[in-house]
């Protein structure tokens, strides 16, 4: 029994986090990230969180694998990861996507990844990168009608 209350728990959790509610929604955990860099990376990540809520209005924030923000719609977006040097955003399934604006500028090797790293001073196109964001969500929502 208490095997399964703990379970239970755990799901809550998990829910609450996917839902963005409680005092550790991923929402609130992606503003104190932004908060806690406190330079051009959390600028830049913020910037680009903004972009992908409005090119996916209904996209699901979360926090996962020890701090890397997530942006999903049926699946994984992508994610956006903090390093010195660079904001990088990774798209789940970015190998599938058209990048007609040469975005992807890291990770391009794979078969399945793509990536774009930002640096300080970067300009980003963002009309082409909200125009990615929409392509990986259409592309998560048509491989779960398929499956």
């Known amino acids: 029994m208490t095997i399964r209350k703990k379970a239970a728990t755990i799901m809550v959790k998990k829910s609450d986090q996917a839902e963005g509610t409680g005092s550790d929604s991923p929402s609130r955990q992606i503003d104190a990230r932004i908060a806690e860099l406190g330079d ?29 923000p997530v942006w999903s719609h049926a699946g994984i977006i992508c994610t956006g990861e903090t390093y010195k040097e660079v904001v990088k955003m990774t798209f789940a399934k970015g190998a599938a996507l058209e990048d007609p604006s040469g975005l992807f500028n890291s990770s ?40």
């Open 108 to 147: 391009l090797d794979g078969n399945t990844r793509r990536a774009i790293d930002i640096r300080k001073g970067d300009k980003v196109d963002e009309k082409a990168l909200k125009a990615l964001f929409r392509a990986a969500a259409a592309l998560n929502a048509s491989k779960k009608k398929r499956a």
């Open 40 to 68: 051009w990376r959390g600028e830049t990540l913020a910037r680009v969180r903004d972009l992908i809520k409005q090119a996916v209005p209904d996209v699901v924030e979360e926090w996962k694998w020890r701090g890397v």
